[in-house]
């Protein structure tokens, strides 16, 4: 289930917002329901109170006269605990809801992003985004949605009690009520700019200490860590000078807004007062009036203290949708939605549909069983290869084309290095292989198909990948190596390890192939991540082979271990090998040398060399190791 | 308890602010109750229609009230925060103080960066210390005897009873609300670990997952966390709403307990009935110093967490540690090392990290340090800097044993360049001058050139001024490594410590950063760490380390010549150019 694209953009946050909300109707109804039921028993609660003061003061009645009265307030009394109880748990309910939901959004929409957007970004950014910024819309759904809807109704509903029997009253509280919005709208002004600016300057506090604190090795190394004290010393100091100052003005706002509500109470006892002084109104309706003068402005003044709820959930709203927002790149076909359907999502944020030449159409529903033509890779009675023509590719946030005009051969079964300084658009290559960017010009064909016709997900199963940094999930090193192949035997894994040379570290760990590795487990160097790489490499045993080729520093010892195993996963497969170092360029049947984003030269080493141009100049200045 | 009269202790400076606060925070809310009860009183008295005189009182009081509370809330809040920020101030600089001598042994190495950052939030939850957790029970306090008093005024009865009700709301609601949110408090905050685990393995590990299709299986792991995350946050709620409610009852019950008694007083003679609607509207009022107490015992639990963490921190004793009465001169910058040896605590000393190593500095030496990774190189450096105390053998600076001077003198002996380059985040030039914060433009432009780095800045619009972000990775592995190559040439210390300087660069810079260096540290001390074969021949002595010894040592001409780990790197090394001449 796709939404469909609605323009989200000029929509206000609020209503964004709300439109979450609304999703689950019934519960936000009966959230503010309760709320509402809990002011009335306030209200009544307040009558009762008055009503048998009134009996036993004025009237001289005792305690027997008034016990009706009193074991129903009692009732009120739990009804008004019941109904904070049940506003609470379905308030909260539906925020829980909401936020996984859009939790689950924000994750799905990154996945299919795809890696040339998340690698862009900051991952501490990202993942602080998908936690804490979805966490701070709890408060929102929970207490500040909740709270505006009750700070008009109670209110009103008091309003409407009070003016039957108190019209003066009735001036006064509507006269001042509205004042408390519109001293909080003004407040919320200057309070976000201040606390914005407050927030910053604390954040820069935090990351000079961070900074001094992770740089204390090297500061004691330069003989220079005795001097830092008195400078956090300084630094902390002028923070709570400028945050002072600030504050001092905020306060002065929410002062105002404090005033208000215990001053026309003080106002409406006087003048309530003086009228009972002169016997033009009861004790009982007095009374009454008075205790329902804090209900009154209590919700109001909640809504005040909920403000800033409201505010950071909106700013963290923000961040959100606008990574919802970011189109799904051009053109990149799915033959399975990752999306979960939910009920949010009819709501719809613009999540545009992926336009340009996608050539096979979008499937609503999720089927892994596609009718998608065979992968050829050397199948088929064309046996072309895989065939850049006239490549483009510009990234997003770049000027240059990081690919221009590439036409090139990779042959089946053979080995392609690609050589050529960093930037020289090697990556952007292997990216476009691996279906992370797709050319924006041009056309990539693998014997003879349509690179772009052919599923990603599909053609994806069909290649394995070494990267220069391979990912370490939390799980166990055979979880780890799984990932290449789900259901491979133990044996097979430990042939695998055996043939990316990983099999004798293994055996030095107490817990061999379950030791828990990533984040939260062991870590591996380099090298080690390096060789389980190709470990999975060997597990998939695809017939196209993307690799970058190591360049962390190994001994010669480690480094020639390592060609060996490298040469015999390339062996018959079809690879494309980002070479950094000769040996390895040697072996290759094929080298295209790039040089910015061009093709550049083609040929062996022999006749590269020969030639006398880059690669040439490459091997003699020894850029090549 | 300990941790929390270590808390005080950081409190006690700034008792005056503290107290003037409390008392500054007990007005307020008596301003609230006075305000009930004065007017409760107002309307009591008019009811029996008296002349408007006798009312006088009653309306000035009324009147002051309802200014008071938002003036004292308002001074409150300045005091509160004033307090919060000295203390926090004190806090900060006292926890540096802690890290200095911990630096680096006993920061956990690589994942340094999250424990510290770790350490910050901590510090700032302390934050909330004064304000959300020490302030509230003191401003309850003085206002439970405060209307106590004012309720024995009337009976001592109703005070006995409204003191029982605030009591059982302050003490009786806050102990449930944490018996039964610590268990799943716990859950929580581990369910939330989980979740950020998955997710950061998802984000950063989405290129492999795409291409190995592990998508759907991370979406049900992370499903799963999720799950996890849910549930435990659906029982905290639970459990909140079961306090507000109990909270909204008591309150209520409270009141109403007041209102049964009086009017039973009233009915007996014992109360005069114009005071009724005053005890009620007052006890009433008066709930709002212990509600916030639920809360207060929450953030307490949290703060206490996070003192224990700062404290078992501040309580780690440092690696090395300084003899009374070091010397602070050092004589020469002759080093010698003898029997070294060196495990790091906790680890399996079999076979130790360092075993027997032992070699001859003199100024003006050039010894290389080759061996392949893990054999214990860039440990020596560690314990030659004092990082960590050795287990066995001498080092002796100037022909005296090291433990004879101050680990900071002994740190002014060298110049040292880590592995692991730390930019501070700050300019190119801040970040130079960090060495020697005198050093001249003659001086830095010097320092670039011997590392290769003028080019690099000239070609930047904004030259040294350039920001290098955090921890200084705007620029690129191999950069950083020269701009700590030229920060290093500024410290002008006698031995020069280098661990593979040439490490991320590519074979052209590596060649010339040895040729510069090699001119530019004639006649210095040098250590150099490596593991690639390259630049060796100018060495006065390679020592080759294998598995924590020196298991041959020799000039690179000596070496090549006898069988051992170095003739075999070193064929391994001209293997791999060989290959491309077959």
Sequence with gaps: ????????????????????????????????????????????????????????????????????????????????????????????????????????????????????????????????????????????????????????????????????????????????????????????????????????????????????????????????????????????????????????????????????????????????????????????????????????YLPLRLLGLRFHAGMSGTSAARRIFEILDTPLPNSLCHCEEHLPSNDIVPVGQAIPLPGGDCHEPRKTSGSRTSSLPQIPLGQGNDKTGIRFEHVWHTYASRSLPAISDVSLDIPNGQVTALVGFSGAGKSTLAAMLLRFVEPDQGEIRVDGQLLGSICPDEWRQHLSWVPQMPSLFNGSLAENLRLAKPHASDAEIEDACQRADLLDFIRTLPLGLATPIGERGTRLSGGQAQRLALARAYLRDAPLLILDEPTSSLDPLQERRLLHSLHDLMNGRTTLLIAHRLNTVRQASGIIVLDSGRVAETGTHASLLKSGGIYASLVQAGALT | ?????????????????????????????????????????????????????????????????????????????????????????????????????????????????????????????????????????????????????????????????????????????????????????????????????????????????????????????????????????????????????????????????????????????????????????????????????????????????????????????????????????????????????FTYPGTSSDPPTLSDIHFELPVGKHIAILGVSGSGKSTLFQVLLRFWEMDAGEITLAGLDVHQFTQESVRQCFSVLPQNIYLFNTSLRENLLVADPAANPGQIGQALSTACLDEFVASLPQGLETLVGERGLQLSGGERQRLGLARLLLKHSPIYLLDEPTAQMDTLLEARIIRNLQTALQGHSLLWITQRLVGLEWMDEILVMQAGRISQRGTHAELIGVDGLYKQMWLAHNDLFALQDS
Excluded at chain 1, 253 to 269: C, F, K, M, N, Q
Excluded at chain 2, 16 to 40: D, K, P
Excluded at chain 2, 50 to 71: D, K, N, T, W, Y
Aim: overall charge positive; proline content about 4%; hydrophobic content about 55%.
């Design chain 2, 1 to 341: 308890m300990k941790t929390m009269s270590r808390l005080l202790h950081f409190i006690l400076p700034v008792w005056r602010w503290l107290l003037l606060a409390v008392g500054l925070g007990a007005l307020t809310i008596a301003s609230s109750i006075a305000l009930l009860a004065t007017s409760a009183y107002l309307i009591s008295a008019a009811a029996l229609h008296p002349s408007i005189a006798e009312l006088q009182v009653a309306i000035v009081g009324v009147r002051f009230f309802g200014l008071s509370r938002g003036v004292f809330r308002y001074l409150e809040r300045l005091t509160s925060h004033e307090t919060t920020f000295r203390l926090l101030g004190r806090l900060r600089v006292w926890f540096y103080g802690v890290l200095e001598p911990l630096a680096p042994a006993r920061l956990g190495g690589e994942r340094s960066g999250d424990l510290l950052s770790r350490f910050l939030a901590d510090i700032e939850t302390l934050e909330n210390f004064y304000v959300r957790v020490l302030a509230p029970p003191l401003v309850a306090l003085v206002i439970l005897a405060g209307t106590g008093l004012f309720m024995a005024g009337f009976d001592v009865r109703l005070s006995a009873l409204l003191l029982a009700t605030l009591l059982l709301v302050g003490v009786g609601l806050t102990w449930l609300s944490l018996v039964l949110g610590r268990k799943p408090g716990q859950v929580l905050v581990e369910a939330k670990a989980s979740l950020q685990a998955d997710l950061v393995d998802g984000l950063q590990g989405l290129p492999d997952l795409l291409v190995y299709d592990g998508l759907p299986a991370y979406f049900g792991r992370l499903d799963a966390s999720q799950t996890g995350l849910l549930q435990a946050q659906h029982r905290m709620a639970a459990i909140s709403a079961l306090q507000s409610a109990l909270n909204q009852l008591l309150t209520g019950l409270g009141t109403w307990l007041v209102l049964v008694l009086g009017i039973l007083l009233v009915s007996t003679g014992q109360l005069p009935g114009i005071y009724l609607a005053v005890i009620v509207l007052a006890a009433m009022a008066s709930f709002e110093a212990v509600q916030g107490l639920p809360l207060a015992a929450q953030y307490l639990e949290s703060n206490l967490q996070a003192a224990r963490r700062l404290f078992a921190m501040a309580d780690t004793p440092p690696a090395v540690l300084d003899i009374a009465g070091s010397q602070v001169k050092i004589g020469s910058a002759d080093l010698t090392v003898e029997d070294l040896g």
């Design chain 1, 1 to 296: 289930m796709k939404p469909p694209a609605i323009k989200g953009y000029n929509t206000s946050m609020f209503k964004r917002l709300l439109r979450l909300a609304t999703s689950n109707r019934l519960a936000l109804a009966l959230t503010i329901f309760f709320g509402w039921l809990g002011g009335l028993a306030a209200i009544l609660q307040a009558w009762i109170l008055s009503r048998s003061i009134d009996g036993v003061f004025l009237a001289g009645q005792g305690l027997a006269d008034v016990a009706g009265l009193l074991k129903f307030m009692l009732g009120i009394i739990c009804l008004r605990a019941l109904a904070t109880w049940a506003s609470e748990r379905l308030a909260s309910s539906l925020a829980l809801r909401i936020k996984s939901d859009l939790r689950n959004r924000l994750v799905h929409h990154l996945a299919e992003l795809n890696p040339a957007f998340t690698q862009n970004q900051k991952t501490g950014e990202l993942t602080a985004t998908a936690l804490e910024g979805v966490e701070a819309l709890e408060a929102y759904f929970s207490q500040y949605l909740p709270q505006l809807a009750l700070a008009t109704f109670i209110p009103l509903s008091i309003l409407l009690l009070v003016f039957p029997l108190d019209p003066l009253t009735g001036l006064v509280f509507l006269f001042t009520a509205p004042l408390i919005p519109v001293f909080m709208w003004l407040i919320g002004k200057t309070a976000e700019s201040v606390t914005q600016r407050q927030w910053h300057t604390l954040s820069q506090l935090s990351a000079y200490l961070l900074d001094v604190i992770q740089g204390l090795t090297t500061l004691k190394l330069l003989g220079q860590s005795l001097h830092q004290a008195g400078r956090i010393q300084k630094a902390s100091d002028r923070y709570r000078d400028v945050t002072l100052s600030v504050l001092r003005i905020t306060f002065l706002s929410a002062l105002t807004l404090e005033l208000l509500s215990t001053l026309s109470t003080a106002i409406v006892a006087v003048e309530i007062g003086l009228r009972l002084l002169y016997a033009r109104m009861s004790f009982q309706q007095a009374l009454f009036i008075l205790v329902l003068a804090p209900d009154f």
